[in-house]
């Protein structure tokens, strides 16, 4: 899941397929079909690296390549699964070690595809399909998750408001330092960070991983050992300082902890009001400056994120209370802060939607402003079941699916070669296929999840490849290869 700023088209840059000689430059070489094709109707590319070109060796995720050869018997289908599914250790994984500090501590960069820079929610997204291949703490995939919790662990205790951060001194790697004019508060270390725009699904991002990597290997000594307890320290007490509201009890202003300012094209790459956001109330949920694709918010309180967050929260307490040395209260306070937000949720999330029903609204702001969308990007109110939030057949769930799979939706998107969510992040009228893969997720209805199957699989352009977007009425115009 890819949902950075730069959208490439198929005719820019076929440039040479191969880098100082030796291993293709994987932007180049996926936008280009290889041989062999699959044998189904649409013809797709085989986009794997040679072997000596991955970036990680899985016996386990070799494994279950090798067994869905047998179980999917599409032949374009086994093709696109057989492409994507490796494809963060065929390409991104840019480098492995362990901290200088402390050789027992691993660390791990992993590159949001066509950038040189690690995203926190890029990267736990990027990992977490391989969770299905971790079964203890010796396997491969686990060190894996081990070193992209300590990576972002050290990057959330440095900078918990910043979302994309450069390789570790300890890589050797330079960081292509990012020079773009931007005001932030609290400052930061340009040549430790490469964005900043605070995003609170990033928080939650976080706290996944160590929830998935805790389930699959029931490792818990390791979360008391490195920096983990500090990081959650740190996204406790930004959280608390994204919950204050903009005006204090004798109703003056109240300089938030975080402001961001750039300069840019699109009104979504800055935020309002000086940098500020537009005002929030007191709620008790949590504001996101910033949505999941990186565009400004409308509104600061994300229905969507806060929802990870509680989600997460809880199940991360259950790792926390487990640990011998937890400071005191930090479990009890992780708690409270979920359930504080569930109820928030109830209270300031659902909305009364044109139609009469309840529904959940994307974005709010305690004024009973409202922002009535959803976007392709996770966490979206879509994907709320798949989240772990609540059950698919909750009704303000399917209320709010029936409005958000429909024109009520103002990013909604139809054509002859896709139809699904889109996001303000690019045109209008271009479908990610992430929303139909998430709706697909969040229902049992076979006629929906084959259609929405047939959809990806036929509006890759032949490449094999799942694009960021694509134009509902143009298989060819899309952004981002892979
Ligand atoms: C890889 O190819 C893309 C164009 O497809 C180009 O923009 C980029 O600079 C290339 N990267 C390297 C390291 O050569
Ligand atoms: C992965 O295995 C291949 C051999 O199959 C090897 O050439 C390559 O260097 C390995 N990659 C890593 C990152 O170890
Ligand atoms: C190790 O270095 C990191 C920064 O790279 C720092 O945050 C951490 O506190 C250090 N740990 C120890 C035990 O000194
Ligand atoms: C861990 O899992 C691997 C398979 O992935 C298995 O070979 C190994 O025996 C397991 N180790 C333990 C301690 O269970
Ligand atoms: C992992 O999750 C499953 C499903 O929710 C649960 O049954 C199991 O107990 C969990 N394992 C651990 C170690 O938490
Ligand atoms: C602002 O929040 C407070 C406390 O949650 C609430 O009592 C008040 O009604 C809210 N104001 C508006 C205009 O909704």
């Not at 509006?459 to 009425?473: D, K, M, P, R, V």
Request: aromatic share 10%; hydrophobic share 35%; charged share 20%.
């Amino acid at each position: 899941m890819l949902m950075r700023r730069a959208v490439r088209t198929v005719a820019a840059a076929l440039l040479l397929g191969l880098s100082r000689g030796e291993c293709p430059n994987y932007s180049s070489h996926s936008q280009q079909q290889h041989e062999p094709l699959s044998a189904g109707a649409y013809a797709l590319s085989y986009m794997r690296p040679d072997p000596a070109c991955r970036t990680f060796n899985s016996s386990g995720v070799e494994d279950i390549i090798a067994r869905l050869k047998g179980e999917i018997f599409d032949p374009d289908l086994n093709r696109l699964f057989e492409n994507t599914f490796p494809n963060t250790l065929d390409t991104a994984i840019k480098w492995r070690g362990v901290a200088a500090n402390n050789t027992a501590e691993e660390l791990c960069f992993v590159i949001t595809g066509d950038i040189n820079a690690m995203w926190i929610r890029d990267s736990a997204d990027q990992i977490a399909p391989y969770k299905p291949a971790m079964t203890n703490a010796t396997d491969d995939i686990a060190s894996l998750f081990r070193g992209v919790i300590n990576m972002q662990a050290r990057y959330l205790v440095i900078s918990p408001y910043c979302n994309a951060f450069h390789p570790p001194p300890e890589s050797g790697m330079n960081p292509d330092i990012n020079t773009h004019p931007y005001q932030v508060t609290p400052p930061y270390d340009k040549k430790i960070v490469f964005t900043c725009n605070f995003e609170l699904d990033d928080f939650a991002a976080f706290l996944q991983v160590g929830h998935d990597y805790y389930n699959a290997t029931g490792d818990v000594d390791f979360f008391g050992k490195f920096q983990w307890i500090y990081a959650i320290q740190s996204i406790m007490s930004a959280s608390k300082a994204l919950k204050q509201p903009t005006y204090g009890p004798d109703g003056e202003w109240v300089k938030p902890e975080y402001t961001f300012q750039s300069e840019t094209f699109t009104a979504s790459g800055t935020l309002g009001n000086h940098g500020i956001g537009n005002p929030v109330n007191y709620t008790g949920l949590i504001r996101s400056p910033f949505r999941p694709s990186d565009d400004a918010a409308t509104y600061d309180f994300s229905i969507p994120a806060n929802m990870m967050m509680a989600v997460y929260l809880e199940s991360n307490a259950n790792i926390m209370e487990r640990l011998p040395n937890a400071p005191a209260g930090l479990t009890q306070e992780m708690r409270d802060m979920a359930a504080e937000i569930r109820e928030a949720v109830k209270t300031w999330g659902t909305v009364k939607a044109p139609n009469g029903k309840r529904v959940f609204a994307y974005e709010v702001d305690g004024y009973g402003g409202q922002n009535l969308m959803d976007d392709a990007n996770v966490p979206s109110l879509l994907s709320a079941p798949f989240l772990g939030y609540l059950d698919k057949s909750d009704e303000i769930y399917q209320n709010t699916r029936s409005l958000i799979l429909s024109r009520s939706n103002p990013f909604w998107c139809q054509g002859p070669v896709i139809s699904g969510i889109g996001s303000p992040h690019v045109q209008p009228g271009a479908t990610w296929p992430m929303s139909n893969i998430i709706r697909i997720m969040t229902t049992d209805d076979d006629v929906e999840i084959k259609t929405n199957i047939k959809m990806v699989l036929s509006s890759t352009a032949g490449l094999g490849l799942i694009h960021e977007s694509i134009n509902s009425f143009d298989e060819k115009r899309w952004s981002r290869q892979w």
